[in-house]
């Protein structure tokens, strides 16, 4: 009998540990779901104002546009790695209660990753079209006739001197 006692003791201990396992995992994935959602919301906000800068022209501020865009990139990427392998515990571990809010958070995620992916997109084309711009004022730069003639040159001065008399 005591073996039994010791077995259903081990048991319930067992799945006492199993839950606090799971809600250790759910915790943990819910904390990163939502601080990955908040990354790609500031990245929206980035991608908002950085479509600004590309029509206003400003190089400087454009880079420094980019560079934060790199670093939320990084850090999405970075959070992303933590969060496959606790999306699979959560899955393994049973949790499918929908007491959780973690559907809703993941549904609210996959909404922001498509908003950013077509604001990207967006300001890509927008910076495709500010470069087709300048090169084409380049060409216009560099093909203009006043642009080549020396600054020196006037239309009155003397190309050829007679020095012979």
Same mark, same amino acid.
């Given at each position: 009998m005591t073996a039994i006692v010791k077995n259903k003791s081990v048991t319930s201990g067992h799945s006492r540990v199993s839950a606090e396992t799971r809600a250790a995992i759910? $915790? @943990?994935? @819910?904390? !990163?779901?939502?601080r990955q959602r908040d990354s790609f919301r500031t990245y929206l906000t980035v991608l908002d104002k950085q479509q600004a800068i590309i029509g206003s022209g400003s190089a400087e501020d454009l880079l420094a546009y980019v560079e %934060?865009?790199?670093h939320i990139i *990084? /850090? =999405?990427? *970075? =959070?992303? $790695?933590?969060?496959?392998? !606790?999306? +699979? %515990?959560?899955? #393994? #571990?049973? *949790? +499918? /209660?929908? *007491?959780? /809010? =973690?559907?809703? =958070? $993941?549904?609210?995620?996959?909404? !922001?990753k498509i908003q950013t992916a077509e604001q990207s997109g967006y300001n890509r084309d927008l910076i495709k079209t500010r470069m087709e711009g300048i090169r084409t004022a380049i060409r216009t730069l560099k093909n203009n006739p006043v642009s080549r003639? +020396? !600054?020196?040159?006037t239309e009155n001065t003397a190309s050829l001197i007679d020095i012979s008399g």
């Open positions: 759910i $915790k @943990r994935y @819910r904390e !990163l779901l939502l %934060m865009e790199e *990084a /850090d =999405i990427f *970075a =959070i992303q $790695k933590v969060i496959n392998p !606790l999306e +699979s %515990m959560y899955r #393994s #571990s049973g *949790a +499918s /209660d929908t *007491a959780d /809010d =973690i559907p809703v =958070i $993941k549904s609210a995620l996959e909404y !922001l003639a +020396s !600054l020196f040159r």
